[in-house]
């Protein structure tokens, strides 16, 4: 099989891949990627359309504004996508990405709406997951996660 690249939301109703290797991570601080994501910042990495697929279900679109497209899954609410309505470049969350790891941002974009502590989150204490400072949190969170892994499945549930 060629290789893909592949994500989907949290639940795993919507399933996508790529063909080539998206490219061009960012993160976008504007205030519509802001609202869109509920976060501080959107973070995405992008492709030739024509290497896009959905393999299940399907994405959901919100126009944000009569140039763009945003898409997100509607049973779980994860944003997905982003693309201009007349390119030919689709972007996706690189959160919903099987691998984030490989796609680090390379710049920053709408930085005139970059709330003005964000680039010291970096510096802030680190602290890891309550299941990794508690066993027991995390042998119950386990049993009770319906997280979709961030691998393609036959089915899901499994
Ligand atoms: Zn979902
Ligand atoms: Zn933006």
Same mark, same amino acid.
């Given at each position: 099989m060629a290789e893909s690249w592949s994500g989907g939301c949290q639940?795993?109703?919507v399933r996508y891949r790529f063909t080539q290797q998206p490219r061009g991570a960012h993160i976008c601080?504007?205030?519509?990627?802001?609202?869109?994501f509920g976060?501080?910042?959107a973070p995405l990495v992008g492709a030739p359309r024509a !290497?896009?697929?959905v393999t299940r279900g399907e994405i959901t679109l919100f126009r944000s504004s009569d140039q763009v497209e945003r898409g997100f899954c509607r049973q779980c609410g994860t944003p997905? !996508?982003?693309a201009y309505i007349d390119g030919d470049w689709m972007s996706v969350s690189i959160g919903s990405?099987?691998?984030p790891e490989a796609f680090p941002p390379i710049d920053q974009h709408g930085v005139e709406s970059r709330l003005s502590w964000a680039n010291g989150l970096g510096h802030l204490p680190d602290r890891p997951s309550t299941e990794v400072e508690d066993p027991a949190t995390a042998a119950f969170i386990a049993s009770t996660?319906?997280?979709h892994p961030d691998r393609d499945t036959q089915r899901w549930p499994e």
């Open positions: 639940c795993g109703a601080h504007c205030r519509m990627c802001q609202k869109a976060g501080f910042y !290497s896009f697929e997905l !996508s982003f990405l099987d691998n996660n319906h997280q």
